[in-house]
């Protein structure tokens, strides 16, 4: 071993193996560094699409409305992508605009632009271009229309009283052309199932005459809305009913209540109907001296509630007796159509006897101006017609009538009148009456009674001046 340690060749074998071991390490190393490299740098370079960047358009805000622009396009951004992952999440510069400053009205086709890039990377938008349209703009004021949906679906009795919304009229802009299309703002309201009031904000919209949307600029964008939600309501007046008698030896010195009026509320249908209660009962015969009693309000047919729901009466009653006969009390007729005149057949005269018995003290002060006595012919056809007379006088004393009902005669209207006359005229020819006399002066009938008076003064003119001189 010692002998081979010293040959030179064998030192020179062994330093050749140990320079070709570490060449080919070394190669081995800068390959493969190489091959890191060229991974790294492929990796580095990346391509990324950006989809629906918002396009910025820049034109004369104050002269023109811009149409028809698409709202966004794709960014193709391709560089390192430590620089494309940079711009992207971290800067968010990068901006894609179309410049119309220099443009008038009209459709034009324009470049989509991109700034804020940065230089490291190449940025292409798609499309590269788009079409856009510009309108000269217009602002005009509209009053605000406001419709009331599903009035039917409101509850039964109820019904919508008078809107009111604030604003009244809005500003509209937008182009030319659509700004004389318009031809209403509008808003509606839903009030179906609505017990009370509805107070609400709406959006308004612009319309054209065919019903269409106009897609223009409305300032403010809605409006405040009041709906009041009610039941119809009428108030009427009260008028009390005696039953029964006063036990014996009193006599009624007078009968007060309060309120006088009650307020009713329902369908307008059933409300239109009643124009008094007038049953307001209360029972003389449980009087024994002067008392204040509560007495139910009776709900008329058709009324769904009544306000208040009873009245204080005041019955005052005295010892002494004695009766008083007012003559001639005018029958009032109400509900009288003016186009359909009402006039008594029975009683001719339209008036009528009273007998009022109560205190003397009451009756002696009492004249025919404190009776109330009137008939009701609402609703009544032309014709004849029996219809009851009311009578009640101010301190509700026991009252009797002369008679308790009446005949009404309601006329036709003049027009159906004058039409119905028109016809007879047409269809008869005027017939001259054999019972009259002509007067051949004047064309006037005469009644033959007087003709004939007249003509046995004529022919006996001496009997006549004897029975004067006599």
Do not use: C
Not at 370 to 395: F, M
């Amino acid at each position: 071993m010692d002998k081979l340690l010293r040959s030179n060749w064998f030192v020179k074998i062994i330093a050749f193996l140990l320079a070709l071991m570490l060449y080919t390490v070394i190669s081995m190393e800068d390959q493969q560094q190489t091959s890191r490299n060229a991974l790294f740098t492929s990796v580095s370079k990346n391509t990324q699409t950006v989809n629906g960047v918002e396009i910025v358009p820049y034109f004369d805000e104050n002269k023109y409305v811009l149409t028809d622009m698409p709202r966004s396009v794709d960014v193709k951004l391709t560089g390192e992508s430590n620089l494309v992952t940079k711009a992207l999440k971290v800067d968010r510069k990068i901006q894609v605009y179309i410049d119309l400053t220099k443009l008038g009205p009209g459709t034009h086709t324009v470049p989509v632009k991109l700034k804020n890039v940065p230089d490291e990377l190449d940025a292409v938008p798609s499309p590269k271009q788009v079409k856009v349209t510009l309108h000269q703009k217009r602002t005009r004021q509209i009053p605000i229309s406001l419709d009331l949906k599903n009035k039917a679906k409101l509850p039964e009795g109820y019904e919508t009283g008078k809107v009111d919304f604030s604003p009244k009229s809005v500003y509209v802009t937008g182009p030319d052309d659509y700004i004389s299309s318009i031809e209403s703002v509008r808003a509606s309201v839903d009030v179906s199932n609505a017990k009370d009031n509805v107070e609400t904000r709406v959006p308004l919209r612009a319309y054209d005459s065919q019903g269409n949307l106009v897609d223009v600029l409305i300032d403010p964008k809605s409006v405040n809305v009041t709906v009041p939600i009610s039941k119809p309501e009428k108030t009427v007046p009260l008028s009390i009913n005696k039953k029964g008698d006063l036990p014996e030896g009193l006599t009624l010195a007078g009968i007060t209540f309060d309120p006088k009026e009650v307020t009713l509320s329902g369908p307008s249908s059933a409300l239109d109907k009643i124009n008094e209660i007038s049953d307001v009962d209360v029972d003389l015969s449980k009087i024994k001296k002067d008392s204040m009693v509560d007495v139910d309000v009776p709900l008329p047919d058709g009324a769904e509630s009544v306000n208040p729901k009873q009245v204080k009466v005041n019955v005052d009653v005295e010892k002494d007796t004695g009766t008083k006969t007012l003559k001639n009390v005018p029958i009032e007729i109400r509900g009288e159509d003016s186009e359909q005149p009402a006039s008594f057949v029975s009683p001719s005269d339209g008036k009528m006897d009273v007998t009022i018995s109560g205190s003397k003290k009451t009756i002696d002060g009492l004249d025919a101006s404190d009776i109330t006595a009137y008939v009701d012919v609402s609703n009544l056809e032309p014709g004849e017609h029996t219809v009851t007379i009311h009578a009640s006088n101010s301190k509700n004393l026991k009252m009797e009538t002369e008679v308790s009902e009446a005949t009404i005669s309601i006329e036709k209207p003049a027009s159906e009148t004058n039409n119905s006359t028109d016809e007879q005229n047409n269809d008869t020819p005027a017939q001259p009456d054999e019972n009259s006399t002509t007067n051949k002066d004047d064309g006037k009938k005469e009644n033959p009674a007087v003709a004939k008076s007249k003509s046995e003064e004529k022919s006996d003119p001496t009997e006549s001046q004897t029975e004067g001189e006599n």
